[in-house]
């Protein structure tokens, strides 16, 4: 037996060595003493064989001490903790098939929620937990149910108040589905990149608080991130190291409290490769799901997947309320793994269509999945494309297009910003054209590029990545990696904040967008149209996109307020307002010229936002 503190082993000891005492003092005639003396002599495996002819004491069904809410009101989309004090029987409190902890939340509307519950040996708290975030105000109840081998216990029902709150809820896939939206139907596009934490020691982690908070004034509202797997070769295959535990919990509080959201890459392609890239890509040495899977057979082996599920159970149990999270990004560069490159592709994608079928029938809140191939041109994976919500597509600048062989950039050589976004253009629209789902860019940047981190280049490619993103149709910013001081002069920069000026008051979620031609002769443009707004990005990056025209076909007769966007000052010119000719709006980019001593340049490129003001 085993108590909420206690583990199993010991009481079970107590009781059983207990009743060997007497056996020992009725059978062979022996005092108390003598027979205390022969058991502390005894082998333990002795102790085990004599446990067999011993009389067993008759196994208890569990029982629930107590719940403790770690509040009696919460907010609504805020977390309601309930703090459960239990006795069962289990030598595993990880495994549910031994000890099986949920709870019955029902609503004010009459749905009924049902929630895991987790072990939670990190906290001193306590040590079984169940976590849930309402998404109605009013009244609620609950009753906490317990399960072993023994029987199951059921607490008495309580009641909760839930009170409105500032927040907007969850991240999910908008009706339009192709954006994003929060659980009260307002839009939410993604202005984030990558920020690893590689936390495996106490103390370790990269992410701060003072990281988030810089990010957040920045214009930044998600990160990404890989986690440092919870199965360790000390834990063993199903227990969790809960150092790494109350890390994840640490950062999904700071998230929550800044209303930074989080894209959750689950099983990263280095935890799973023994060598198909080397170094420190080939990290399944170290991972204990090698006890029963070589890595090539990792994605079909049933042993494996069996302790995957309970894996993924407890993902969801102990994390799975925050509202902070958005995404679970289930598989970076799956063709990175043997796996892949040495078993069979289609039972890594059964692989793929099992992990995102079991988050959709047991995630409560339904966010949506995604997973990737690496960044290489070729690397176009549609079956990966179809199986997960949000299709996402890898980019590294330098695939595809010729680069130049030097330092120098000579009169015949491809301009290395144009051929940049044209390639964020391009696979963004095959993206939109063959899959009828949100599209993002899962990965890019780095240094695979022409322009290392630190030049100017670097950061005109990453600024030209954001809006060849938005032009095209992705719900996010494309996930650049990572946040390091190895980038961060060149990507965590006022950009960000720009871009995020220009697309808060555009309702992606409640308009039917769709790509319009844009034709602007010597300079790139692409847009997006609904029937309330256009908005676009013009490009020239050999020059500047003053004096450019570009030119809107097939709209109807009328006239229509432009307001241009100095995308790299953040700042609207202002509005003018354009009649079209015989369904043509004609727009032509104007050239701002030094001013009292001042530079006022248009730059390189310029967004746009075109409104009908009187179309019919």
């Known amino acids: 037996m085993a108590s909420g503190h206690e583990h199993g082993l010991a009481t079970l000891y107590e009781w059983r060595v207990g009743g060997l005492d007497s056996e020992l003092m009725k059978t062979h005639h022996t005092t108390p003493r003598r027979a205390a003396s022969v058991l502390r002599f005894l082998p333990l495996i002795l102790i085990a064989g004599a446990l067999a002819t011993c009389p067993r004491l008759e196994a208890e069904p569990p029982t629930i001490l107590s719940v403790r809410p770690q509040s009696e009101t919460a907010g609504c989309y805020e977390k309601l903790e309930l703090r459960v004090d239990l006795r069962a029987s289990y030598a595993n409190p990880f495994d549910p098939e031994e000890v099986d902890l949920s709870a019955e939340f029902t609503a004010p509307s009459g749905k009924v929620w049902r929630v895991w519950g987790f072990y939670n040996a990190s906290s001193w708290a306590a040590l079984w937990m169940v976590r849930f975030t309402p998404t109605e105000t009013g009244t609620w109840r609950y009753v906490v149910k317990v399960k072993d081998r ?92 809960e150092n790494r535990c109350g890390r994840l919990d640490e950062l999904f509080a700071w998230c929550e409290a800044r209303d930074i959201y989080i894209s959750w890459n689950i099983w990263f392609h280095s935890y799973i490769s023994e060598a198909v890239w080397g170094g420190g890509n ?46 679970w990004f289930i598989v970076d560069e799956i063709n990175g793994t043997e796996g892949w490159q040495d078993g ?61 062989k030097s330092g120098k950039l000579g009169p015949g050589d491809e301009d290395p910003l144009r051929s940049s976004y044209r390639n964020y253009a391009v696979q963004t629209q095959k993206l939109w054209e063959g899959f009828d789902k949100p599209a993002i860019i899962g990965e890019c940047g780095w240094d695979h590029t022409y322009y290392e981190p630190g030049m100017p280049g670097y950061l005109a490619m990453y600024h030209n990545a954001l809006w060849a993103g938005l032009a095209n149709g992705l719900c996010t910013t494309p996930f650049w990696w990572a ?18 000026r220009f697309v808060r008051d555009i309702d992606l979620a409640g308009s039917d967008f769709g790509p319009i031609k844009v034709e602007a002769g010597q300079a790139d443009a692409w847009a997006m149209k609904s029937d309330r707004l256009i908005f676009g990005w013009l490009v020239n990056s050999r020059s500047s996109a003053a004096q450019e025209t570009f030119t809107l076909k097939d709209l109807p007769e009328g006239s229509y307020e432009v307001r241009l966007y100095r995308t790299w000052r953040g700042q609207y010119l202002p509005a003018t307002t354009v009649a079209t000719t015989e369904g043509r709006l004609r727009v032509t980019i104007p050239e701002l010229r030094t001013s009292e001593g001042r530079a006022q340049h248009i730059g390189p490129d310029v967004a746009f936002k075109i409104r009908p003001v009187n179309a019919r």
């Open 150 to 241: 023994e029987g199951e216990a059921q607490s008495s029902s309580q009641a909760f108040e839930v009170t409105d709150s500032a927040h907007r809820g969850f991240v999910g896939i908008a009706p339009n589905r192709r954006y994003l939206q929060h659980s009260d139907g307002s839009s939410f596009y993604g202005i984030g990149l990558w920020y690893n934490d590689s936390y495996e020691l106490f103390g370790q982690g990269q992410i701060t608080e003072s990281g988030l908070d810089e990010l957040k004034e920045l214009g930044v509202n998600f990160i990404s991130f890989f986690h440092t797997p919870l199965e360790t070769m000390g834990s063993g295959l199903g227990r969790y190291d």
């Open 344 to 404: 069979d592709q289609q039972v890594a994608e059964t692989w793929c269509r099992n992990v995102h079928d079991f988050f959709k029938q047991h995630d409560p809140y339904g966010r949506p999945t995604t997973g990737t191939q690496s960044g290489g041109i070729g690397q176009w994976w549609p079956g990966g494309y179809r199986i997960f919500d949000i299709a996402a597509r890898e980019i590294y600048e330098a695939q595809g297009h010729p680069m130049p």
């Open 483 to 500: 946040h390091s001081s190895y980038l961060n002069d060149s990507v965590v920069t006022r950009q960000m904040l720009h871009f995020a």
């Open 282 to 327: 080939a990290r399944y040495i170290n991972n204990p799901y090698r006890q029963v899977s070589s890595a090539a057979d990792f994605f079909g082996n049933a042993e494996a997947w069996r302790y995957q599920e309970k894996l993924y159970r407890y993902l969801i149990a102990r994390w799975g309320y925050s509202r902070a999270l958005f995404l």
